[in-house]
């Protein structure tokens, strides 16, 4: 008897943590980020984004802003957890640094497919999301093997993979996996917060 194992190489992993519980600290990072946006210019350089509000790359060194000590609490915490899952490993890096941003995005702004070149893990966390039909207000993820593209099987998994988000959600993913966000129409505005985890192992 013929004895088959399927093994799937290559997999890329990506990872969705619902945060129950989350309303509240939505709410006031929702508010912060208004304030922040209500005072300043977008910081529009080197971005993949069409339109929006963005802040710079120092967001969680902001300590003494509402929600984002708690915020970076959430990412630090998940990140590890990312590792673990992903790598099997007990014993975690010895360095992990975050950079991270914030956006608050309204109708027609989206992002433009791109990677987050340099680091190792990259999170997006939802604050706000209007709730709009598919693929309104989506992230997707390109599959990183070209050759995919090509045909395969009929049934094989798509060359991409949507995430619809919603308020509380964090999704991480290896900063090397290309994605884009789709606009949404009507009124609302969506509200995120991304960061970077740049890991090694001194």
Excluded at 3 to 26: C, E, H, V, Y
Excluded at 73 to 99: F, H, M, N
Aim: charged share 20%; aromatic share 10%; glycine share 8%.
């Amino acid at each position: 008897m013929p004895a088959d194992t399927l093994i799937q190489a290559f997999a890329t992993p990506i990872m969705l943590r619902k945060n129950a519980g989350s309303a509240a600290l939505n709410e006031t990072l929702h508010a912060t980020l208004r304030k922040l946006a209500s005072e300043g210019p977008s910081d529009d350089a080197h971005r993949a984004h069409q339109g929006g509000f963005y802040t710079k790359g120092d967001f969680f060194e902001a300590a003494d802003l509402p929600g984002v000590a708690e915020m970076r609490q959430i990412a630090a915490r998940t990140t590890v957890d990312y590792i673990k899952q992903v790598t099997g490993r007990k014993d975690l890096p010895s360095r992990i640094q975050l950079i991270s941003w914030a956006a608050l995005t309204g109708p027609l702004d989206y992002q433009t497919p791109h990677v987050h070149a340099g680091a190792t893990i990259s999170g997006v966390y939802y604050v706000a999301v209007p709730k709009r039909p598919e693929p309104q207000g989506c992230i997707d993820f390109l599959t990183p093997l070209d050759l995919k593209e090509m045909t395969f099987l009929k049934g094989d998994a798509n060359t991409f993979c949507r995430v619809v988000p919603e308020a509380g959600d964090l999704v991480l993913f290896p900063a090397y996996l290309k994605h884009y966000s789709h606009p949404f129409f009507g009124e609302g505005e969506r509200a995120i917060v991304v960061f970077n985890a740049h890991v090694s192992r001194d």
